[in-house]
């Protein structure tokens, strides 16, 4: 129920917000997404005291590449037990494979924003290792994600570092 409950409020939130990237006719409909679980490997900046997450923490995630200029751009999110946030590229539709911006949002456990804000968006950059590099809907099973987000749930000084498993939803 937890999960369910927080992907309706998600979807229902970024829609509130106006960022949430939207489909044109994609090749891919449904929009094609790999699912699993990310655990947090490393937090770094005085603001990821804020955060309610630790390192070590296991975290449910799906990522959705852009696998056709129709699809909107790659995101990812990591959804936790009392919260989510979401990552979505920026601009361009490299998988989020390497260096970029994102922008996204995030919801706390009782359905808030971060506290003390009314700013729901979140911005910084990215900094990802996809395994493989490049891949297809059709013959890609599993995919492996490293790397960084700045800002992380919306603070300032906060880097966490992420290493997730990913299973092609069938």
Known sequence: MNRAFLAAAAAGFTGLCGFAPVANAAANNPLIVWQGAATITALKGADCANTGFAVGDLVDSIYRPNLDP?????????????????FFRSSGNNFMN?????????????????????????????????????????????????????????????????????????
């Open 70 to 86: 129709a699809e909107p751009v790659s995101g990812l999110s990591l959804i936790s037990r009392r919260s989510a946030i979401w």
């Open 98 to 170: 390497g260096k970029g911006n994102y922008s996204g949002g995030y919801l706390s456990g009782r359905v808030t924003q971060r506290p003390n804000s009314q700013n729901s968006a979140v911005t910084g950059a990215y900094n990802l290792k996809i395994t493989p590099a490049t891949f297809t809907a059709t013959t890609t099973q599993n995919v492996d994600i490293v790397g960084t987000f700045t800002h992380f749930y919306g603070w300032t000084n906060c880097t966490v570092t992420i290493s997730g498993s990913y299973q092609r939803r069938p």
